[in-house]
């Protein structure tokens, strides 16, 4: 029995000789100009019709894509069919001619694809199908004809049984429309669909021209110390550049700064919720520049938590897109127990910038203990870094209780309330991805080995245990250590497993290692151009910094500068990679990487009604951290010169001293500066100090000198039994005399 169907596709001017044809599509639709059209399909910006009066032509130079999506949309059907049963079909096929090669006689399948979507009978149906076949607008893609159906398959074909005679019902298979559409089935089976409806179109080769892609606008945010004030203005990490190269990767990839690239530096002291708050805010804000609903964002460390803060939050406004979480303690960091329970951090570079920073501001607000600073402030970010799992031990038992434990751990309420609700994280609709960093060794702190507290306490320092040895210069100093980036366990960071990846990084190094990864995730696209020359300045780091009434400048042993041009008003950036927070401030402080060995001049400037002042020294280096601290007055307008004596050999590296050069003519004022603050009662001490300095420089030999200088500071000794000399007139005076003494 012959089959009942065999049908041409064919386009434009083929249509007519079509008419002349012996082959009929039974039972199919042919209507002259259906309007809207039954069928109408959409690929990268060209659109085609069903049934269309003209020829369809799609040129590859005209589309905007390369890919295999389409856009298909068909009306509504006689009833509605199941996906089991509806196919949507896209041919590639090549015209058979007559002899004279002039008339079409029948088609040739060159390659096709199918895919399977429900159809309505109520109302229209759309389908984005991504169809296998060599894409359109690609190079190496040929012109031809192509036609896309959509039909509706019977449960069964009929097939003709020779011995019963008669027609039987098989399963009907895809591939049974695929023959029924090439007219290549059996001349003894029945294998048309119920319905179908198709179009049909000429492919002209050619290249897409592919407009850049405009990504949602991306938010990068720090961790814990990853911004820092200039002037009042918070900058990311501008002293160890951790976010560099992954910026300049981005903005050479398209990204623009301001435009659709945002840093989002922050204090991060306050505690994460507030930080959540201004990152609300801060979105508002790019939405108004870009004129979008949603943005994505890069998170590292302590800032994916503040994004989680944010997006879990009933304030959240369901404008994020994407987040990337980039090493982020989700379960936290048992090292952040040594900060907040005792003021002390484990002994990288990293860990001891954190600490004396934090040291330094704990003195000038009158704190000679970081413990008491911290909780008395407070710091909350520190405490709600805290593990919210086990991870405290007593020495001599393996066990380790469960989180939370009142008698046990100290409380991070944060954390354990963000993860109670981390199902609103799941359920915002933000694609997540989660990429963090393993090392090879076993490098970071997971386990924490303390001596049991007499009395547990949240309040005293070490209340929940001592780490056992924490002191000592070998062992493991009760920090037990396992996998992960040498500050997050793997175990915290992977604990959300949507879009995980792991990396051979450690913690600040992070940024830049998934930097590939991260420009994929964010625009679906591999990078052009990755910027990797910027190393993050994990490097031995020189801190100056004082603390007001005074600005000052910093003059490295090599003349460079970096610090207040008291001449103009301006400021010296001299020394590479060295920042300065700026005049603007309180608090006024230089980090210079890679410090040069020797002599380093600090000049400080009195300002406003003058005072006491603090200039803090430190240095930090792979094995070390020392710091020098100096306290003296200044008076507005005075100029003050101190050598800070930073000496870089061996494991001894210290700031030795921290000396203030004095002159006679400016030992003279300080002398009558010291008696005219009260600092000095006596007058009479005031003008035996003058009257031998004034001798003194009658000498030639320096042995001869030093005799009335020595005199000078028993006057002063005495002078303080006494109380007729207070500590700042001392401290002043004193340090004036020996360097006279040594220079």
């Given at each position: 029995?012959r089959?009942s ?41 060209a ?80 389908n984005?199908?991504?169809f ?5 607008g ?22 003709f ?42 492919y ?30 918070w ?6 550049h ?40 801060k ?12 943005v ?27 987040l ?6 989700h ?47 407070p710091?909350?970010s ?44 799941y ?65 915290s960071?992977?604990?959300i ?103 380093y001049k ?28 100096f ?5 507005p ?66 042995s ?10 028993k ?29």
């Amino acid at each position: 029995m012959r089959n009942s169907f065999r049908r041409l596709f064919v386009l434009g001017s083929t249509i007519v000789a079509l008419a002349c044809i012996s082959f009929v599509l039974a039972d199919t639709e042919i209507p002259p100009d259906p309007s809207p059209p039954d069928l109408i399909a959409e690929h990268a910006g060209a659109t085609v019709f069903h049934w269309s009066e003209n020829e369809q032509v799609i040129s590859g130079s005209t589309l905007n894509a390369v890919n295999g999506m389409w856009n298909i949309q068909t009306s509504k059907w006689t009833s509605d069919v199941p996906a089991s049963r509806a196919v949507w079909a896209l041919f590639s096929i090549a015209l058979i001619y007559d002899e004279t090669g002039e008339f079409p006689i029948g088609i040739q399948v060159l390659d096709y694809a199918l895919t399977k979507h429900a159809l309505s009978g109520s109302a229209t149906t759309t389908n984005t199908a991504v169809f296998d076949l060599p894409p359109l607008g690609h190079v190496n893609t040929p012109s031809g004809i192509y036609s896309i159906v959509v039909a509706e398959l019977p449960e069964n074909k009929l097939v003709f049984d020779p011995v019963l005679g008669d027609m039987v019902e098989e399963p009907y298979a895809d591939q049974d429309f695929v023959n029924w559409f090439a007219g290549t089935g059996s001349e003894d089976e029945i294998i048309e669909p119920i319905k179908s409806r198709f179009l049909e179109f000429r492919y002209e080769a050619g290249e897409a021209v592919i407009a850049p892609n405009t990504p949602d606008p991306v938010i990068i945010i720090p961790g814990i110390l990853g911004s820092a004030q200039h002037n009042g203005e918070w900058l990311i990490d501008p002293i160890t550049h951790a976010y560099d190269n992954l910026i300049d990767t981005l903005v050479a990839n398209g990204y623009e700064k301001g435009v659709t690239l945002f840093p989002f530096p922050y204090e991060w002291r306050f505690s994460n919720r507030t930080t959540a708050t201004l990152l609300d805010a801060k979105i508002d804000e790019i939405k108004d520049v870009c004129g979008c609903d949603k943005v994505d964002i890069v998170a590292h460390s302590m800032g994916g938590l503040v994004a989680r803060s944010y997006i879990q939050s009933d304030d959240y406004d369901q404008d994020v897109d994407q987040l990337i979480f980039l090493g982020t303690p989700h379960l936290g960091a048992p090292k952040a127990y040594l900060m907040w329970e005792g003021g002390q951090n484990d002994v990288d570079r990293a860990d001891q910038r954190i600490r004396m920073f934090l040291r330094i501001e704990a003195i000038k607000h009158g704190f000679t203990d970081l413990f008491d600073y911290i909780r008395a402030i407070p710091i909350p970010s520190v405490q709600e870094l805290l593990p919210v799992y086990g991870y405290i031990k007593h020495v001599g038992s393996p066990i380790i209780p469960s989180y939370p434990n009142a008698s046990w751990y100290p409380n991070n309420l944060f954390l354990h309330d963000l993860n109670a609700s981390i199902s609103e994280l799941y359920n915002s609709g933000v694609t997540i991805s989660n990429f963090t960093g393993q090392l090879t060794a076993s490098t970071t702190i997971t386990t924490i080995r303390v001596i049991a507290p007499t009395t547990t306490s949240p309040t005293l320092k070490w209340g929940f245990g001592y780490p056992d040895g924490f002191l000592n210069q070998s062992g493991d100093r009760g920090l037990e250590r396992g996998l992960g980036d040498r500050t997050v366990p793997l175990f915290s960071a992977s604990s959300i497993i949507e879009g995980l990846q792991i990396f051979d990084s450690d913690h600040g190094e992070l940024p830049t290692a998934a930097e590939s990864a991260i420009f994929e995730k964010l625009t679906g696209n591999e990078p052009l151009t990755l910027v990797t020359d910027r190393d993050r300045l994990d490097v031995p780091m020189l801190i100056f910094q004082i603390l007001s009434p005074a600005d000052f400048v910093v003059e490295a042993p090599n003349g460079l500068k970096m610090g207040k041009d008291f001449a103009t008003g301006q400021e010296f950036t001299q020394i590479p990679d060295a920042f300065y927070s700026g005049f603007g401030t309180d608090d006024e402080y230089v980090t210079i990487p890679n410090p040069l060995n020797g002599l380093y001049k600090v000049v400080t400037q009195g300002t406003g009604t003058g005072g006491a002042f603090t200039i803090a020294a430190g240095l930090i280096t792979e094995a070390t951290s020392s710091e020098k601290f100096f306290t003296g007055q200044t008076l507005p307008g005075l100029l003050t010169t101190f050598h800070v004596d930073v000496g870089l050999n061996g494991p001894s590296a210290a700031i030795k001293d921290i000396q203030i050069v004095a002159t006679v003519g400016s030992t003279q004022l300080d002398i009558k500066r010291a008696y005219a603050l009260g600092w000095l009662k006596s007058s009479t001490i005031r003008d035996s100090l003058l009257l031998l300095l004034t001798q003194a420089q009658k000498f030639k030999k320096q042995s001869d000198k030093i005799k009335l200088y020595n005199a000078m500071l028993k006057i002063l000794k005495a002078a303080k039994k006494t109380g007729l000399v207070n500590q700042q007139g001392y401290d002043l005076l004193t340090a004036d005399i020996n360097w006279l003494m040594t220079h």
